[in-house]
């Protein structure tokens, strides 16, 4: 319809912003969350991840520790700040400049560069925008020199610094420390700290209970959609009511149950928990696909003599194959991104526990005002799902297709 | 590495276990119980075909009912007891519960979920499909607005949490508010309105569902009804309203349904966002203050959630029904 006169133009324009408005609101979080996780941390809370490519004013604190000399009745200490000991390794490059300086912590730039401070005992401050300072005073300098504060143009510094600390749970001197010892990063990813270990959890809980609820569903998918026995309408309603049931009901008797038999809250509890949640969509799904399927095979095969395990070896289950890699797809994608059931079914603390438990209890506890850290961490738990929904987002949208068009 | 070594060996006894299962039950049907010979042979085939759908079933239908059905049944029961489930207390946990203002907000909340997420999500999804489907980029546009679909529910709250920062120097909302002079506030700390925020979350993960049933659903609608409205004089709007969302309402309603039931379920962002703090509670998160303590309590508030939600099974039930005749 486009092509009918006086259709085009002005809405094509308005159509084209709109989306491009629409893409961009659904794309900003994300990015934000991605372009943290790789700042420094001291930038995350100096400038938001949008101005991220500038360079942003970071505070410093020094001591201007070059020897004093006397001029006259006043001690004098003069030298640049850029290499006075606190500082000296931050600033390498050669191209610094001071924005402002200030005399307390509170204050680290309460004047401007260039400006003349007056000390509180008498004597002045000043700090020049290249780095050189004059400080004198009525009373004799201490070796140790005055405290100094500055603010200055710090260039961006994008580091892998985070996920490392992450992915081991160990920041950078816990990290050189344990290398100096003899450990290599391999063997600091299997430490129990970090998240790596967590993410090995989560691929321990989510592999088995991706493949076992297929392998059932599609036998009683292929029962429901081409077998005739009496009850076979019964039993579809209930998979479609079920399909409705709130997990929440299933928590505190299953948990009651598992502890009786002596599962309790381990792996294979959660993997018998997934199965069971994840099979009425499962049997739903590959039902209405199955059903789909040309009648026609099915006869004629069973004419040839095949045995209804055969057909289902041998022509439904290839043939149903984008409805089960379809459904492979949404139940990986819900095991590996459930707190719910994680949570009631496996030990809260120690080895057991999965990514996401670990990102909601612990680090949003204890590192909640650690930005870098928490991106990286979202980061982390997101990156496998989103290559996997990537690279088999046809699959998916062919099986939901199956399921919920009619 | 045990829980690897761990997870290999249920894969293999599991899945294995899963196959020889199915293998062995139809073997043993066809040559030991019902063998296809001998003077019977007849009548043996028949027999072997009565039982065998219920060779295939038994799994499934085991599984649902130990996981699914045997829970509603049994959290019943147990939302009759007391805390430790020694003592029966009858509706006694219900009236607590009612009583308590919390859990009355808690409610109040979930209904607000259940009836502004799905309404913005589907319009939302409705939206997009229509707009995306004839531009060029248009596919590139929607991958990016499924993408959220593959985030966890943890993972897109901390990304949103960046986003709603009250140190303007991380949240984006606090840095626009205070560009325009505007003094940076905690926006989840709002009353009321950090529902709204919360929900923006869930709307954020699940638009990109709706638009691609609903983009499928409006492919499907046929040609030749948009051009004879065209040709009578209509115009985008028109053809939109009147021909295209009239002939799809049928998906429109499984989509709503669909992420209807999503909305009750929905826990993980309340959690990580705001613990249930400052108003923003609701059921499936107030029922987690009773897990582990109160069971009684606990069951109480899942068979709450429960009957919200029997309206829409009852509905799924009766339109699946419809389809089969």
């Given at each position: 319809m ?61 001591r ?7 001029d ?10 850029f ?14 400049a ?27 401050v ?19 020199g ?32 344990e ?9 600091l ?15 321990t ?12 569903a ?5 029962a ?19 399909l ?32 069971g ?48 890699a379809?459904?492979?797809i ?30 909601a209890?612990?680090l ?12 990286t961490?979202?980061?982390v738990?997101?990156?496998i ?11 998916l ?10 | 590495?045990?829980?690897?070594l ?33 003077p ?75 009836l ?14 229509q ?5 060029k ?79 499928a ?31 799809i ?10 992420i ?61 029904r419809?389809?089969?005749?």
């Open positions: 486009d092509n009918i006169a006086g259709q085009k133009s002005g809405l094509s324009i308005v159509t084209n912003v709109a989306v491009f408005i629409i893409v961009l609101l659904w794309l900003i979080p994300t990015v934000g969350l991605f372009v943290s996780s790789f700042r420094d941390r001291d930038q995350i809370s100096a400038s938001g991840w949008w101005e991220a490519p500038f360079s942003v004013e970071l505070s410093y604190r020094t201007a520790d070059d020897a004093p000399t006397r006259g009745d006043l001690y004098v200490v003069q030298g640049n700040i290499e006075t000991g606190e500082v000296r390794d931050q600033f390498t490059s050669g191209a610094n001071i924005a402002a300086f200030g005399l307390r912590g509170r204050e680290p730039g309460a004047f401007a560069a260039g400006q003349t401070a007056e000390n509180r005992d008498g004597g002045t000043v700090v020049n925008a290249d780095g050189s300072y004059v400080y004198t005073s009525p009373e004799p300098i201490d070796d140790a005055p405290r100094l504060y500055f603010l200055a143009e710090t260039p961006p510094d994008f580091t892998l610094g985070n996920y490392a600390e992450v992915l081991t749970g160990l920041d950078e001197e816990e990290r050189a420390q290398i100096a010892s003899g450990a290599t990063f391999g063997e990813l299997f430490e129990e700290t970090g998240i790596f270990r967590n993410f090995i959890n989560t691929l809980v989510t592999i088995p209970a991706t493949i076992i609820p297929i392998l059932i599609a036998f009683a998918a292929y429901l959609a081409w077998m005739d026995f009496p009850g076979r309408g019964f039993l579809i309603a209930c998979v479609v009511g079920l409705v049931v709130p997990l929440q009901l299933a928590l505190v008797p299953l948990l009651n149950l598992h502890n009786q038999i002596g599962i309790g809250q381990s792996f294979l509890g959660i993997w018998l928990a997934h199965t949640f994840g099979l009425p969509l499962a049997v739903y799904l590959l039902r209405n696909y199955m059903v789909g399927l040309p009648r026609d095979i099915i006869e004629s095969a069973k004419v040839d003599g095949a045995t209804d395990f055969q057909i289902f070896t041998k022509i439904i289950l290839p043939l149903s194959f984008p409805a089960l379809s459904f492979a949404f139940q990986f994608l819900w095991t590996w991104n459930d707190l719910l059931v994680a949570k009631v079914f496996l030990p809260s603390t120690g080895d057991a526990q999965v990514m996401t438990v670990k990102i209890d612990d949003l506890g204890s590192r909640g005002g650690d930005w870098g850290i928490l991106a961490a979202a980061f738990s997101i990156a799902p989103l290559v996997v929904f990537f690279s088999m987002q046809r699959y949208v062919r099986g939901l297709l199956a399921g919920s068009v009619k | 590495m045990p829980p690897i761990q997870g290999i060996i249920t894969i293999i006894i599991g899945v294995g276990g899963c196959v020889g299962y199915f293998y062995a039950a139809n073997l043993f049907l066809d040559k030991v119980l019902f063998p296809a010979r001998g019977n042979a007849g009548r043996n085939i028949n027999r072997a075909n009565i039982v065998r759908p219920w060779v295939f079933l038994f799994p499934a239908v085991f599984a649902l009912g130990l996981y699914l059905v045997y829970p509603v049944i049994g959290s019943f029961i147990r939302s009759m007891y007391d805390r430790s489930g020694d003592e029966f207390v009858g509706a006694g946990n219900y009236i607590r519960l009612f009583n308590n203002p919390d859990f009355r907000q808690a409610f109040l909340n979930n209904i607000l979920w259940a502004v997420v799905p309404a913005v999500t589907t319009f939302m999804g409705l939206l997009i499909a707009l995306t489907d004839r531009l980029w248009g596919n590139i546009a929607k991958s990016i607005i499924f993408m959220p679909m593959a985030i966890s529910f943890v993972g897109a709250s901390l990304i949103w949490k960046f986003v709603y920062a009250q140190d303007p120097d991380l949240g984006i909302i606090n840095a626009i508010r205070t560009s325009f002079g505007g003094e940076a506030l905690d926006p989840l700390q709002i009353p009321f309105w950090n529902n709204f925020l919360l929900m923006v979350i869930l709307i954020w993960i699940q638009t990109g569902f709706a638009m691609v049933i609903l983009s659903a409006l492919r499907g609608v046929p040609e030749e009804t948009i051009e004879a409205a065209i040709i009578d004089g209509a115009n985008s709007f028109q053809v939109f309203f009147k021909i295209k969302v009239p002939q309402i049928g998906t429109i309603v499984v989509v709503w349904t669909t209807t039931i999503l909305v009750l379920k929905v826990f993980d962002i309340v959690y990580t966002m705001t613990g249930g703090n400052y108003g923003t509670e609701i059921l499936p998160s107030f029922m987690m203050d009773f897990m582990f303590r109160d069971d009684g309590q606990a069951t109480a508030v899942a068979f709450v959630i429960m009957l919200v939600v029997l309206p829409v099974m009852i509905w799924n039930i009766v339109q699946a419809k389809e089969m005749r």
